[in-house]
């Protein structure tokens, strides 16, 4: 009793007993300090969650590949998160998040964050985040931007290359278009009337821009052998487990609990709301993928519905903090349509894209931040004002800044991975030889079975 | 009636069977199998520790076909399957003594 009595002393009522000692600090401010503290742990907890989106994202992509790449597809998705943390450390986050231009940060002491105090509350800009806090949120989100390209172009990409491209996005590419954005830049800085962009948990920051080097990055490996048959029609190449793929679309979806409540960057009465709207948007994507599809091939086929919901998940991203709720379930819905013709669209334009990445990242990304012009009823604290929606009276003004938003995005990341896969395709090459391809990268890239037949080991 | 077993590089297996469907044939039977032969097996490492993979993935393509087919068959696999390079398997052609189709009961050349 003695023992737990004293740990209750020390631990939240310590500030109790601290006011009660220092009769100097006021309720005022042990109310705010409380907060503070309540801020940086809800945002870690979120980073967390988001974090687990990795393990997510491997799954779905191995599940929905060949049984010869998954050591290839997982390997890719450890190098997301080991190299993408470390480029971010060592210059994304400056160039994301310090002070500079328009487009990018220039502040010295924050590259390798080397002059940075990561436990001061408040220091990184954000009201009462340290760096510490804001750091781990961040760079888990450039991990994801990054891994978008992994399902794209599974399955013949060169390991090294992909390597490469991951450096560059998560310490260059992404971390630009962080900083137009959420770091104050370039597109933070346009109005068109009373409308400015808002994007609030990343449905163009981060999906459309992952879908974007991937759709440049599928284009330029190619398509996988024996994806088209020689008239040109698709072929389809089923997933080796199924139940792999599902399982990571629940993990995904469980992680977007971080990556979109998370990102009111407080812990506040807007979380749980912020919250509300994700599920119910996820919920509807996946409904409405599986009415399209049951409808259109007479099968309920649950990759394609595991893909909707992803849809919903990530058309939400953006207006999470502006929608109503029944608003974020029209929008999920659409989202799970559009990622549907989508990937019947990259098929027919012979754009191999085996996790259908491009369609749930890229087109629904464009869909979520577009959605904003659409659908905005309350402020998010981006939109600055209420009802700035076509559909309650603001006009065309939020939709023209969205559109511009999008086009500015896409010309950046596009033009900047065009470069970065060009030059890896001219020198090192982006894709195995035939063979490595038809037999598996597993044993060529990695040296080693996922499944390991051989008999000589059973 | 022969039976012709063909040992080849998996990734050779859609080539194979498209030149099989040209030459004619009506089914083939595939398996994915394991084996050295001359190519033998390559050494990996496995979290630093080297091993030998000795047994090569491969897939073994099975086909009963009539003896006047069986030279144009052997011809379209070993012109489809070849690559040039060590391990591009083997074709072996064996007596077939009976073969009955399983719905109908027809056996002979009516069941290939």
Redesign the interface.
């Given at each position: 009793m003695h023992n737990r009595a004293l740990r209750i002393i020390s631990g939240l009522g310590g500030v109790v007993a601290l006011v009660a000692l220092m009769p100097g600090i006021t309720i005022a401010q042990e109310a705010s300090e409380v907060q503070a503290v309540l801020d940086n742990i809800w945002v870690f907890i979120a980073g967390c969650l988001v974090f687990f989106m990795q393990a997510g994202f491997a799954l779905v992509e191995a599940g929905l590949t060949r049984a010869k790449n998954v050591v290839n597809i997982f390997a890719k998705n450890m190098a997301d998160a080991i190299i993408g943390i470390l480029a971010f450390f060592a210059s994304g986050y400056a160039l994301a998040f310090s002070g500079g231009n328009d487009f990018f940060g220039t502040d010295g002491g924050w590259f390798f964050m080397n002059d940075l105090d990561i436990n001061a509350l408040g220091g990184s800009g954000i009201i009462n985040l340290s760096h510490g806090t804001f750091f781990f949120f961040q760079a888990v989100f450039a991990a994801t931007a990054v891994t978008i390209c992994s399902g794209a172009m599974a399955e013949r990409t060169k390991f090294s290359s992909y390597l490469i491209f991951g450096v560059f996005m998560c310490g260059i590419i992404y971390p630009v278009v962080v900083h137009m954005t959420w770091g104050g830049g370039f597109i933070a800085g346009l109005s068109i009337g009373d409308a400015v962009y808002s994007d609030f948990a990343g449905s163009g920051v981060v999906h459309m821009t992952g879908g974007i080097a991937a759709l440049v990055g599928a284009k330029l490996v190619g398509a996988r052998k024996g994806k088209y048959a020689e008239d040109g029609t698709a072929r389809a190449i089923p997933g080796h487990n199924i139940p792999f793929a599902i399982l990571g679309v629940f993990i995904l979806w469980l992680g977007w609990f971080g990556f979109n409540p998370g990102s009111e960057l407080a812990a506040d009465n807007l979380v749980t709301g912020i919250a509300l709207n994700t599920i119910l948007a996820a919920a509807a994507g996946g409904c409405a993928t599986a009415a399209f599809v049951w409808i259109k091939t007479g099968k309920p086929d649950i990759a394609f519905i595991g893909n909707g919901v992803l849809a919903g998940l990530v058309a939400i991203t953006g207006p999470c903090g502006t929608a109503t709720p029944v608003m974020s379930v029209v929008i999920g819905a659409i989202g799970g349509i559009i990622v549907v013709l989508a990937v019947q669209f990259f098929d027919k334009i012979k754009i191999d894209d085996p996790v259908g990445a491009i369609s749930v990242h890229g087109v629904v990304g464009m869909w979520g931040v577009l959605s904003i012009g659409i659908f905005a009823r309350y402020d998010d604290a981006f939109l600055g004002r209420e009802d700035a929606g076509l559909l309650y009276g603001g006009g065309f003004e939020q939709l023209a800044v969205q559109a511009l938003m999008v086009i500015i995005i896409i010309a950046w990341v596009g033009i900047a991975s065009l470069i970065v896969f060009s030059a890896l395709k001219a020198t090192i090459g982006l894709r195995v030889s035939e063979e490595e391809e038809v037999g598996g990268l597993d044993v060529p890239e990695h040296g080693m079975a996922g499944y390991n037949n051989d008999p000589s080991y059973a | 009636m022969k039976l012709v077993t063909a040992v080849i590089?998996?990734?050779k297996l859609?080539d194979v069977k498209d030149a099989l469907k040209e030459a004619g044939s009506s089914g083939i039977t595939v398996s994915e199998v394991?084996g050295f032969g001359r190519q033998g097996g390559h050494t990996?490492?496995?979290r630093g520790a080297e091993?030998?993979?000795?047994?090569v993935?491969k897939v073994q393509v099975k086909i009963v076909v009539e003896d006047s087919a069986v030279d144009a068959v052997v011809e379209a696999i070993t012109k489809s399957a070849a690559?040039g390079k060590i391990g591009d398997g083997k074709i072996w052609v064996t007596d077939v003594d009976r073969i009955v189709r399983i719905r109908t009961g027809e056996e002979g050349t009516d069941a290939v």
């Open positions: - | 590089k998996p990734f859609d394991r990996e490492t496995y091993y030998k993979i000795d047994f993935p690559t």
